[in-house]
């Protein structure tokens, strides 16, 4: 059995985009796990509705930053955690990558697609690992993209669908999204402490509603651009 710090000693960075359902179990996670440094990016405020699914939240947070009582309840978890406050949307290219300078992992806890693929060519461009996760309705999924890609989410997805669904739209409950959230932290911590085997390469999925899980695997897209741009001098 292998246990974590919480107080002193931790090592590893982690960027994490959105501290909503999927942001909130990674985080309150992770805090735990012996990290040593980890940013939370939210331009969002905590509402009532979300409550169900966003574990790091209480009535008493309503209308407050997502993105700063985040840091608040994570610090009283792991005091000795180096926990950085980004109050901002980021869902360009160039502002993912800008932001994610300096730490060795980048989390995607989004809820949408424009995100989503901005963080992966973000990555995959600065030749920074990301965590990939995803959950509405009943269905959920995760995979790791290694630094350059190869393979990355525009070799599994090419693009991001014509027309975009929405939590509000499809629903999600707060327990798929806890499940999702803690497998996506479980698999930073391998990552980041060099553990078993990542899901490069490998999508997890888990369907609640026949109660099946599976892992996809993929190839290299010999065409994606994004892994195409990877190959050359890193910028």
């Known amino acids: 059995m292998v246990n974590y710090p919480t107080q002193a000693g931790g090592s590893g960075s982690v960027l994490l985009l959105g501290v909503g359902g999927l942001g909130s179990a990674v985080a309150w996670a992770l805090a735990g796990s012996g990290i040593a440094r980890l940013g939370l990016v939210d331009d969002d405020r905590v509402t009532l509705s979300n409550l169900h699914r966003q574990i790091l939240y209480r009535v008493s947070d309503l209308d407050q930053s997502k993105a700063t009582r985040a840091a608040q309840r994570v610090r009283q978890l792991a005091p000795a955690l180096q926990v950085e406050v980004h109050a901002e949307r980021l869902d360009h290219l160039e502002a993912i990558a800008d932001r994610a300078k300096g730490y060795d992992l980048l989390i995607d806890g989004s809820d ?3 995100t989503r ?5 973000a990555a995959v461009l600065r030749h920074i690992p ?3 996760g995803a959950a509405t309705g009943l269905r959920g999924q995760l995979t790791l993209i290694p630094p ?4 990355c989410l ?3 997805f090419e693009a991001p669908p014509a027309v975009e ?3 509000r739209s ?7 999204v806890g499940e999702v959230g803690w497998l996506m932290a479980l698999e930073a911590i391998k990552w980041l402490k060099g553990l078993g085997e990542p899901l490069i390469g490998r999508l997890l999925t888990i369907d609640l509603e026949s109660s099946r899980r599976r892992v996809v695997t993929w190839q290299v ?3 994606c651009p994004v892994c195409l741009r990877a190959t050359g001098p890193s910028s």
Do not use: I, Q, T, Y
């Open 112 to 114: 949408n697609f424009r």
């Open 117 to 121: 693929f901005a963080a992966n060519d």
């Open 130 to 132: 990301l965590l990939h």
């Open 148 to 151: 350059g890609g190869k393979p």
């Open 154 to 156: 525009r070799c599994l």
């Open 165 to 167: 669904g929405s939590c």
């Open 170 to 176: 499809e629903g999600v409950w707060g327990a798929l």
């Open 221 to 223: 897209n010999p065409s």
